[in-house]
DNA sequence: CGTTGGCAATCGCGCATTGAGAGTGCTAAT
DNA sequence: ATTAGCACTCTCAATGCGCGATTGCCAACG
């Protein structure tokens, strides 16, 4: 179990610096009504007005007095009214004063835990597989859209290369690093490839590279342990590209997301304009490798809301972020992409415990199972 | 270049026995009106007039003939009125009708031909890669959802398998078949594994079971072979599982589709419902494999329209499907998905265009170019 | 002085009404 | 058989109205 305090520890207080005056704790009343109207609209989804307040929860103070309260709340801009006759609606930076110091954290049933740890465990080895399941089952779970970036290989360390001949011009290359199946690819070369050439070069390869750390093998040190097969220069090539890509910051083909679906239940993208610009970014896939690439420098979860996101077409929308570890360094991160009206404490829960169960998973200690 | 009726010839003509009466061909003026309802609804999505129609089209005659013609095709069942005071649109018949005798086929620019020829053999010799960037093009091509399966390898031959161990429990099998790369999986696996036997095995199996039909090759087969190497059982188990996964009809990871997002430009789908049962057949992707899986029994493009397909669901989508040869049968199929105002020709065009590269890539003639 | 009940004022939303526009079907004339 | 004319029907967008929800203010209260 949690103790009530873990959860704000592990979210990132990082960005608390550029925060106007979110320092300023409010005062013992504002708190609780702030709390209240962030939960109850988390809730509903409706703008909360005093009526509804007093009546759903017991504040022991009148209907007017929550008006004067939320009347301040507006001026100091936690809070937001959609017009004049409706109630009051959560600001960016009344979210973020619930997230940094409100909400409750949440705990997981059982099975949810559990769910996690078998769908990331059911793909081990396949680094790719990994984090797809990771982000398919975190898009179940949530009902949002979840992404993640499968783990660079810069820590990993070089095992086994397989090179298979397809036909001449064709061969499939499997490069398995300390952790299990770090990547494979298709590749087709020029040049006439021999079979028996390509067996010989991997046996030299796997040898030699023995215990290397992958960011340190580049096209030169592949040429020297090649010379004297006669292994095409291209495929050379196209082993160190590999290599290269997956310890480089490389974007292609290493962001995965999923769930685009589940928005349309949210009712805040009933517009169809404002859900089209939100699938566009998927698209693109830059915007959300750039938030999990700002991830891996901090520890923990982070939260970011409305206009902190990057990007103006995701004013209304939050995301959670948490990076993982391959050995002790961040190596990806994992993130979960919804309205601003998201269920923060158990999305924060979710992907804790989802980061628990890679981070368990790269220490090769795949079986065990995680805090809490 | 095709001749005009190469592409009447190409569509299937299978469904015809089931409508009831598509085979009376219609007056020559009925013809064209019909036609040219067609053609204008799906170029601009608004019900057409016999105002439009004359204003238009130079079809000699005055509205008010028009007028009759329509009321007549609308009794007849070829058109329906969304109210009493707007124009017609094709209902399912008209459609089948204008799609079996009355559209002409289109033809592709050279960079439409060229850009499904590069995108399919890019991926040459990884089957799902094949097909996940055939139904990539086709999506982005047709602003459409497309999807496909990946060949089944009954038909395909033994060339060669690779066991790579991975650690005491896993192990990564790569299937190569006469077409090149046909599976890949990682395994886990409850008894220790040892490197060793997992190179004498695969050995093994290389040197017997070369030139073997893919679907001949059963538990039995390979317990045979494996009988003198220490090989726990549930190894050969996976092993055999990945052989009748994809020889016979399996669905699980052979369904690729995409361009879900296309059908938020389409004005038929503003409504949310509607959008909602569409995604969600994709998901589940039962609909789309009978869909396809139907299409591997005839030869060449076959268009569905409305009530035509199997789900009520799809009541207001068309689809195309054509099936690819791997050797002399069908081994896979590939479709697309959108509103039954879709245009047919170009989609029959690309999609045939699709088939053809398949087919060309599918007979180790990947770098040919096939026929327009 | 903080709190509270009362009350007028404001505003969005749903609903009915209305008028314009588009298209039809019918009929009588050619 | 074809056509022009015309009355009719129906949708759609705009308009206006009343209801309900909520607020802000004020005066009274402890």
């Known amino acids: 179990m949690e103790k009530p305090h873990e959860t704000d520890e592990r979210v990132s207080q990082t960005d608390k610096a550029f925060e106007q005056a979110a320092e300023q704790p409010l005062d013992r009343r504002k708190t609780a009504i702030l709390g209240t109207v962030v939960y109850e609209y988390i809730a509903t989804g409706e703008p909360v007005g005093s009526a509804t307040l007093t009546q759903k929860y017991n504040l022991g103070i009148s209907p007017a007095t929550v008006r004067a309260e939320l009347a301040s709340l507006d001026e100091e801009g936690y809070l937001d009214q959609p017009h004049t006759s409706a109630g009051r609606v959560p600001s960016d930076r009344g979210y973020r004063y619930y997230v940094d110091r409100l909400m409750l954290p949440e705990t997981l049933t059982a099975q949810e835990r559990e769910r996690i740890r078998l769908e990331v465990n059911s793909a081990s080895h396949q680094l790719d597989s990994i984090v797809d399941h990771a982000s398919h089952v975190l898009s179940s779970l949530t009902r949002n859209i979840a992404f993640a970036i499968a783990p660079r290989l810069s820590t990993q360390v070089f095992r086994h290369i397989e090179l298979i001949w397809l036909d001449d011009h064709a061969a499939h290359i499997v490069l398995v690093s300390n952790l299990g199946l770090a990547a494979q690819k298709t590749v087709n070369v020029q040049a006439d490839l021999d079979a028996e050439a390509l067996v010989h070069a991997a046996n030299n390869f796997n040898q030699h590279l023995q215990g290397t750390a992958l960011r340190d093998i580049d096209l030169e040190a592949l040429q020297r342990l090649a010379c004297q097969t006669p292994l095409p220069a291209d495929l050379l090539r196209h082993i160190a590209s590999i290599l290269a890509e997956h310890s480089e910051a490389g974007i292609e083909g290493r962001l995965f997301s999923e769930g685009a679906h589940n ?110």
């Open 263 to 372: 928005l349309l239940d949210q009712q805040e993208f009933r517009d169809l304009r404002k859900l089209r610009a939100i699938l566009d970014l998927l698209e693109e896939e830059q915007t959300l490798y750039q938030l999990l690439h700002r991830s891996l420098l901090a520890e923990g979860a982070k939260v970011s809301i409305g206009r902190e996101l990057p990007t103006a077409d995701m004013s209304e929308c939050s995301v959670v972020t948490v990076p993982y570890k391959v050995g002790d360094s961040n190596a990806g991160a994992v993130g979960i992409l919804g309205p601003r009206r998201m269920q923060y404490a158990r999305l924060i829960a979710l992907i804790n415990c989802m980061a628990d169960n890679l981070n368990a998973l790269f220490h090769g200690d795949a079986s065990s199972t995680p805090r809490e």
